[in-house]
T-cell receptor
């Protein structure tokens, strides 16, 4: 399979709560990216973390990367109803040019 | 960052027909990538398109079904041939600049 694993597949939380999504991948990577997609529309790039980085922040987003476990997590703090979307991790494997996507997590934030 | 224009943005097609999707990038890129996103699913890479050579297809995708053209460094087309309802998906083109991937807005295809 091209895809890595993401969990949970779906997540429903109340506005104001934090949302954590996890991603695992199969090969060594140059970097890992997280994307958001609203209702089957285009992809919005959220954050990129390089293989030599362990944590990165951007606004309410916090991404961690553990290359020894081949896993990453995306934390959205103080979630809002507008955060309702599907979230995908995507890896750039070492020595390659493709971008490989995880299965995605559907996040629903209830107002 | 690369800006990618894709058209059509959506189409409804009859089974047995073919649709060609166009992808235009605002800068010259060596590789362009075509993805499919089936309803409720993640993105799956169809093929990598290099200028001046045949596209490289991923497992499960064949040139007869998804012919690709890459006439220059800013443009590519993907054709979905002999369509069936199972081809109903979003098709996206993508490029990489440095190590970041950029995507078009996608073409939402419905086959009836």
């Amino acid at each position: 399979s091209q895809q890595g694993e993401e969990d949970p597949q779906a997540l429903s939380i109340q506005e104001g709560e934090n949302a954590t999504m996890n991603c695992s991948y199969k090969t060594s990577i140059n970097n890992l990216q997280w994307y958001r997609q609203n209702s089957g529309r285009g992809l919005v790039h959220l954050i990129l973390i390089r293989s030599n980085e362990r944590e990165k922040h951007s606004g309410r987003l916090r991404v961690t990367l553990d290359t020894s476990k081949k896993s990453s997590s995306l934390l959205i703090t103080a979630s809002r109803a507008a955060d309702t979307a599907s979230y995908f991790c995507a890896t750039a494997p070492t020595g390659g040019f493709k971008t490989i996507f995880g299965a995605g997590t559907r996040l629903f934030v209830k107002a | 960052s690369a800006v990618i224009s894709q058209k059509p943005s959506r189409d409804i097609c009859q089974r047995g027909t073919s649709l060609t999707i166009q992808c235009q990038v605002d800068s010259q890129v060596t590789m362009m990538f075509w993805y499919r996103q089936q309803p409720g699913q993640s993105l799956t890479l169809i093929a990598t398109a290099n200028q001046g050579s045949e596209a490289t297809y991923e497992s499960g995708f064949v040139i007869d079904k998804f012919p690709i053209s890459r006439p220059n460094l800013t443009f590519s087309t993907l054709t979905v041939s002999n369509m069936s309802p199972e081809d109903s998906s979003i098709y996206l083109c993508s490029v990489r600049e440095n190590t970041e991937a950029f995507f078009g807005q996608g073409t939402r295809l419905t086959v009836v």
